[in-house]
């Protein structure tokens, strides 16, 4: 009966040491790790977070396309190892590449140094999973895709 398990011209060693075989083993334990390490998790923002403030209108180019960042103070919405996500006043216009449409985001303040800045889109509270009981509420979820720009817009800090 075994026999008619193994495929023609494979014998029970070969099969065992077939590096297919191995390598579909390994890749899951190989591609675990980097997963989760590479998911940065965000929180929601205290209450007491301070806001920034643009004083005017700004465009930016964004890879092919352009962002208008409209004037007013943008809370902070989210935070991260990486930085804190501040949400516009209004919707942020796009225009070009992303066919001018309007979006719900904002500003990405970077913690690193210099403290580089980027347009993010969506609702970065989505990526908060608050249920410790799934793989994703214990590690956090990754935070919205961040589309950098230069030079960084000027803002003052809300008090």
């Known amino acids: 009966m075994a026999r008619f398990l193994i495929p023609r011209?494979?014998?029970?060693?070969?099969?065992?040491?077939?590096?297919?075989?191995?390598?579909?083993?390994?890749?899951?334990?190989?591609l675990i790790p980097l997963l989760v390490t590479s998911c940065g998790s965000v929180a929601i923002a205290p209450s007491n977070a301070p806001g920034?403030?643009?004083?005017?209108e700004e465009t930016r180019e964004c890879g092919q396309g352009r962002i208008l960042f409209p004037a007013g103070e943008y809370k902070a919405e989210v935070v991260s190892a990486e930085g804190t996500y501040?949400?516009?006043p209004k919707r942020i216009r796009t225009l070009g590449v992303?066919?001018?449409r309007s979006e719900d985001g904002g500003i990405f303040v970077s913690n690193k140094p210099g403290n580089?800045?980027?347009a993010w889109f969506g609702d970065?509270?989505?990526?908060v999973d608050e249920s410790p009981s799934t793989l994703?509420?214990?590690?956090?979820?990754?935070?919205?895709?961040l589309w950098p720009?230069?030079?960084?817009?000027s803002i003052a800090i809300k008090k």
């Open 86 to 88: 501040y949400k516009a």
């Open 98 to 100: 992303l066919i001018g």
């Open 9 to 30: 011209g494979l014998s029970r060693q070969t099969r065992r040491t077939n590096p297919t075989m191995k390598l579909h083993r390994l890749l899951p334990i190989l």
């Open 124 to 127: 970065p509270r989505d990526a």
């Open 52 to 56: 920034v403030v643009v004083a005017q």
């Open 116 to 118: 580089p800045q980027a």
């Open 149 to 153: 720009y230069t030079p960084r817009i």
């Open 136 to 145: 994703l509420g214990a590690i956090g979820m990754g935070a919205p895709k």
